[in-house]
Structure formats: structure tokens, C-alpha cells
């Protein structure tokens, strides 16, 4: 029978992951499974458990029990295959990563899914002491993440524009990111000097903020491999936080700084300026958002197109913009897509929109900004 362990807790650059904590803090077997996508064909257990379709091996019928063991935390059992584990096997398995090789990486998945501002705030040396630092003011958020995408305009970092151009929309989809204020970090010495304009105008404390950690010749980038910048932006139009993707074709493709989510879905600037009739449509991630956005303005469409940064961050107060509108749910058709709508649906209604569609591309492909046609409205039903 093979079994998982956990690895031991190594420590990651100036601070650690409270990998107990996200653990406490994801115990409920039946949100967890919702929150990853597992709820497909779950059958309920006594004590709030799940009986579910086993994440580590294909099958037609579920055999993984997932509960709550003894010390009061997740525990998954596969009757079939063997498999063994916790909540964060469990978000290892859901998002493709490797619990062994890729340990910090799933302990932000985990941390993103549980809400926990992680990781914790640790000294930068042993020696010294200091307490979590306090939420910087929305204000100072704005100046740092403004300072850092005006560095390098997307549009002038060649790995970047190669990789919006090679998208099906090609031009188009570059020609939205330089609208939407999309930058890129410097690569090697230029990356070094704007952390260290960063810190030296705004101080130490927006390390974590900027992604930035303390090395024995200064400041430099804490993940550098991922330089694209995708700014979110609140409806007010203040910049809160800015997602970072890789641009050398690994996983994970996507992070935050740890202890800024998403507050808003990407594109709610826009909400302030949308007309009465303006139909919204939720999509996945800023790149489809960037290439809806494209095509409805081609079309002369008036539509607001929101972003969800991850189906498992979805709020249910994201769906207040749609009170007395048209609604449209235009999510990749995968198993976690699939599987959020039901969820949309029903806060999208409780929101009050008029009514509510999933839309899906006609030309059968999973991921919107791989489709090549116009999209399959179906309506949906309270």
C-alpha cells in the first residue's frame, strides 16, 4: 500500500508557512472538496465526511473517504488505489503540484484557500524578534504596486511580449495589456536597482508587498522567474495587490504576494463606469478577461468582463455587480470549472440579476483564451 508523508517544514527565504495552521485552518472535509472540485459524484458520510472520486488515480465510482481524523484535521483514505494523505496532498493533487519537489508551492495554494495571510512574518535574523506587521494603508499599497508596473511597461520586455503575442489573440490581447497597465519586473541588475528604489522610498516594510526578501548584498526579488505584473485593481481604481506569472512555461504559473489576495476580481475598475444595460460576464483569470475584452469592444458589446483569479477565491459578494443586469458564467469547461458553476448560479440569483447564462466555446476547447469562436449560451435556472 503506498503512503504520502508530509515532509518536514523547511524553511522558505526570510519567513515560514505555518503549514499546522493551514491545515486547522482547512478541517472541513466537505469545503475543502468544494473549494478544490472534488464534490463531482461525492457521496456525503457520517460526521461531515465525503466519499469521493480518487484524486490520485482515474476512476468511475468513488472509493476516497475524507474526514476528520483524530487530531481534528483533513484526512483522505483511497479504499482502491491506497492513497493516503491530508488537506494539503489534497490541494497538491488538485492543482497538479508534487508534494515532495513542490512543498512551498502548495503550501500557497493551501494558504490561499484557507485566507491566512501567510507566510508568517519571521525576523530576517535569528536574533532579533518583531511582531506581524500591520496591513500597510490602501494608500501607500497603491504606490508601491504603481511604482513597480510603471518600471517596465509590458510592451518593452521581449519575454513578455513574446509570450502575449504567441496567445490566439495575439496583437490584440498585447494591445489590452498596455491599455490595462501591465508591467514586467527587470530582469538581473535593472530588477536589483528598482528594489532597491522600492525599499529606499518606501521602506522594509513592504518587502513582502513587493516580493522582495533581504540577501547579504541587498534587496532582491524573492520569486524572479515570475516577472510578468497583472495589476487588481479595486473599483475605486486603487491598485491592492499584483499577480505574478512565470514566463518560462512552468508550474505553478501564477502567485501573490503572500497576505495580498485578490479582493476584487481583475477588471473592477471598470464596475464605476458600466451603463444600465451593461450585461457582466465572469470569466477565469486576467488573460481571458484581457481577451473578452477584446472581442466584445470589436463587437461593440457592452459588457463587463470579470476576472476570477482562481475559481477556489470565488466570493459570493462578487456577485452584488450583477443585481438587475444579465449575468453570464463563462468558466473553463474543466472539472473545476464545471464543478464552480452550480455555486455561481445560485449567488448570482441570490444577488438579483435578471438572468443568468453559462456560456461555453462552440468550438469545444476547455480554456476560453484558446477558442477561436463565439461562445454557446445556455440559460440557467434558479
Not at 94 to 120: G, H, Q, Y
Not at 171 to 187: H, N, Q, S
Not at 285 to 304: H, M, Q
Request: hydrophobic residues 40%; charged residues 25%.
Amino acid at each position: 500500500m503506498r503512503r504520502l508523508i508530509t515532509p518536514t517544514l523547511k524553511r522558505l527565504g526570510p519567513g515560514r508557512i505555518d503549514a499546522k495552521q493551514i491545515r486547522r485552518e482547512l478541517a472541513d472535509p466537505r469545503s475543502l472538496c468544494a473549494l478544490l472540485g472534488f464534490e463531482v459524484k461525492a457521496k456525503p458520510q457520517q460526521g461531515g465526511g465525503l466519499l469521493i472520486l480518487c484524486p490520485a488515480h482515474e476512476e468511475k465510482t468513488p472509493s476516497c473517504s475524507v474526514t476528520v481524523g483524530p487530531d481534528g484535521t483533513v484526512r483522505a483514505c483511497c479504499f482502491s488505489c491506497g492513497f493516503t494523505g491530508d488537506a494539503l496532498h489534497l490541494v497538491a493533487l488538485a492543482r497538479k503540484l508534487n508534494i515532495r519537489t513542490d512543498f512551498r508551492s502548495v503550501l500557497f495554494e493551501a494558504a490561499a484557500l484557507a485566507r491566512t495571510r501567510t507566510p508568517v512574518e519571521r525576523p530576517f535574523t535569528q536574533s532579533t524578534r518583531k511582531p506581524p506587521q500591520a496591513p500597510l494603508p490602501a494608500d501607500k499599497i497603491h504606490a508601491v504596486l504603481q511604482t513597480l508596473v510603471s518600471a517596465c511597461p509590458v510592451a518593452h520586455d521581449g519575454q513578455a511580449k513574446a509570450y502575449l503575442m504567441s496567445r490566439p489573440s495575439g496583437r490584440m490581447l498585447l494591445d489590452e495589456a498596455e491599455r490595462a497597465g501591465w508591467g514586467v519586473f527587470p530582469k538581473d541588475g535593472a530588477g536589483v536597482r528598482l528594489a532597491v528604489q522600492i525599499l529606499s522610498k518606501f521602506g522594509l516594510e513592504v518587502l513582502t508587498l513587493a516580493d522582495l526578501r533581504m540577501s547579504k548584498t541587498g534587496p532582491v526579488p524573492q520569486h524572479p522567474a515570475y516577472r510578468l505584473l497583472i495589476p487588481f485593481r479595486t473599483p475605486e481604481g486603487m491598485l491592492h495587490t499584483l499577480q505574478r506569472r512565470r514566463l518560462d512555461g512552468r508550474a505553478p504559473k501564477y502567485l501573490f504576494p503572500a497576505g495580498y489576495r485578490a479582493l476584487w476580481p481583475y477588471g473592477s475598475e471598470a464596475i464605476g463606469a458600466i451603463g444600465p444595460q451593461t450585461s457582466i460576464v465572469y470569466v477565469e483569470g486576467a488573460i481571458d478577461t484581457l481577451e473578452r475584452v477584446g472581442k466584445y469592444r470589436g463587437l461593440g458589446e457592452d459588457r463587463l468582463v470579470l476576472g476570477i483569479p482562481g475559481i477556489a477565491t470565488w466570493r459570493g459578494e462578487w456577485a452584488a455587480v450583477c443585481a438587475g443586469r444579465e449575468a453570464r458564467i463563462a468558466l473553463d469547461t474543466d472539472r473545476a470549472g464545471e464543478a464552480a458553476v452550480p455555486r455561481l448560479v445560485a449567488d448570482l440569483w441570490q444577488a438579483g440579476a435578471t438572468a443568468v447564462h453559462r456560456t461555453r466555446p462552440t468550438d469545444g476547447r476547455k480554456d476560453w483564451n484558446t477558442a477561436t469562436r463565439n461562445d454557446l449560451s445556455t440559460a440557467s435556472r434558479p
